[in-house]
């Protein structure tokens, strides 16, 4: 079974920036696709950005330039660099993880088999 812990969520100002991090469990990471999504509040859970095993990134419009995705298959970790956050950043965070091996980047919520528990990102202004 493979297990999603989020870290790295919390309450910053804006301009500021956060770093989170997904540490997986439960099988092998580097051959599986990840993204993060967020939902905030009365909102449908949002597409943020997407690695698949290749390294290949991609943003939502609404983060790039701002939010860089990456992974590190030797720490089984992947991470959400946010820089000049906004308060309409502010929502709830979770990783999500592929179960098809070698597949293609996904950037719906739906196709993600595995989350977290979420990490919380409050931005004030």
């Known amino acids: 079974q493979v297990q999603l812990v989020e870290s790295g969520g919390k309450f910053v100002q804006a301009g500021d920036s956060l770093r989170l991090s997904c540490t997986a469990s439960?099988?092998?990471?580097?051959?599986?696709?990840m993204g993060w999504f967020r939902q905030a509040p009365g909102k449908e859970r949002e597409f943020v950005a997407a690695?698949?095993?290749?390294?290949?990134?991609y943003h939502a419009e609404s983060v790039k330039s701002r939010f860089t995705i990456s992974r590190d298959n030797g720490q089984n970790t992947v991470y959400l660099q946010m820089n000049s956050l906004r308060p309409e950043d502010t929502a709830l965070y979770y990783c999500?993880?592929?179960?098809?091996?070698?597949?293609?980047?996904?950037?719906?919520?739906?196709?993600?088999?595995?989350w977290g528990q979420g990490t919380q990102v409050t931005v004030s202004s």
């Open positions: 999500g993880a592929d179960s098809v091996p070698f597949g293609p980047v996904r950037f719906r919520s739906d196709e993600y088999d595995y």
């Open positions: 690695i698949g095993y290749k390294m290949n990134a």
């Open positions: 439960g099988r092998t990471f580097n051959g599986y696709g």
